[in-house]
């Protein structure tokens, strides 16, 4: 991954206060508003909070305008850090690559776009003195139809994970640095990263916040964006709900097939045997053959992932220690 900082080579950021509380990371991708004046809206509501803070713009492609802009309220004394990705890699990236150049042991994302009201943003700081992430939710929805069926639609299969959000589409949250320390996040897997901080075992609140008035776009994407979007989806459900016990998804797939085939097979005899119904040039007889071969390699995948877990098992944490009394 290709960074610069202000055209030189970046190792770790600068620190820009010794007592930095608040790290803001933005990430700027497809979709941004006017900057300057996002900046000043963002900066007030961060004063308002009282905490000390920075900023962490992280650019994820090329945006010469953003850049400029950025550069120029660097120029009027704003303590802006700037990294600069040498080409788009996604966004969960561009957030990793914020992350890592901060300072602050409370983190806040925030989008480059209008999306809450930049005032409830001390009411989303103040959730982290009792728990360890903050998720603002969007309330009342004021956005267009089509965007609230497909947040319904997507939180609703989320249900199946056993996580209840319902607005993981925000991009406003804030944690500890605990959090992202122990969760890592890669592909488009940003968005879902409270469900990966849940099984995690991390103290998550979700907050009503007043949706901004600017945030009202109207958001249909290319068919290539949802499938990769349910493909994470698949991989996040895998990983909440298989990662230390791969032999049951695999296992109850592959057992399912492997009787199907069975009975097939079995049906198949029984006519040969005592009907004299000839087996030959018969569908069924392929089709059965081959659902009970792939329900056995099914099932063996299943007992290699154990085998992987069980001897890797050491290495492997999931939980959070949230406080050791002695």
């Known amino acids: 991954m290709g960074i610069t900082q202000q055209g030189q080579p970046l190792g770790r950021a600068k620190v820009m206060s010794n007592h930095i509380e608040v790290s803001v990371i933005i990430p700027v991708s497809e979709r941004f508003d006017d900057v300057p004046a ?4 963002y900066k007030n509501a961060l004063q308002a909070s009282g905490y000390s803070y920075e900023f962490v713009y992280v650019l994820d492609g090329e945006f010469p305008d953003v850049l400029a802009a950025l ?3 660097r120029d009027q004394g704003e303590q802006i850090t700037i990294i600069q990705l040498a ?3 996604g966004e969960a990236t561009a957030l990793t690559a914020g992350f890592e150049h901060s300072s602050g042991e409370m983190i806040l994302t925030l989008p480059a776009y209008y999306q809450v009201e930049p005032g409830e943003i001390p009411k989303v700081l103040e959730g982290l003195k009792t728990h360890d992430m903050v998720v603002a939710r969007r309330w009342p929805r004021i956005d267009s139809s089509i965007n609230q069926i497909q947040a319904k639609l997507f939180h609703w299969a989320l249900g199946f994970t056993g996580c209840n959000f319902r607005d993981l589409g925000c991009a406003v949250r804030a944690f500890k640095r605990q959090v992202i ?3 890592t996040v890669y592909g488009d897997q940003h968005r879902f990263l409270p469900v990966l901080a849940d099984r995690r075992g991390f103290r998550i609140i979700e907050i009503d916040t007043q949706q901004s008035s600017k945030d009202v776009q109207r958001r249909i994407y290319k068919p290539g964006v949802y499938l990769r979007r349910m493909l994470d989806f698949i991989t996040v459900f895998f990983l909440v709900k298989f990662t230390k016990k791969p032999l049951r998804f695999f296992g109850l797939i592959g057992t399912g097939t492997l ?3 069975g009975i097939m097979l079995l049906v198949l005899v029984i006519e040969r045997l005592f009907f004299g119904v000839p087996l030959a040039d018969r569908p069924a007889l392929l089709l059965s053959s081959l659902l009970v071969v792939l329900g056995v390699q099914i099932f063996a995948i299943g007992l290699i992932g154990e085998l992987i877990i069980f001897t890797h098992a050491k ?6 220690i949230a406080e050791i009394i002695n």
């Open 259 to 261: 009787v199907v085939g």
């Open 38 to 41: 996002l900046y000043h809206d």
């Open 87 to 89: 080409k788009w890699f």
């Open 315 to 320: 290495d492997l944490k999931e939980y959070t």
């Open 71 to 73: 550069k120029t309220l």
């Open 181 to 183: 320390d122990e969760v």
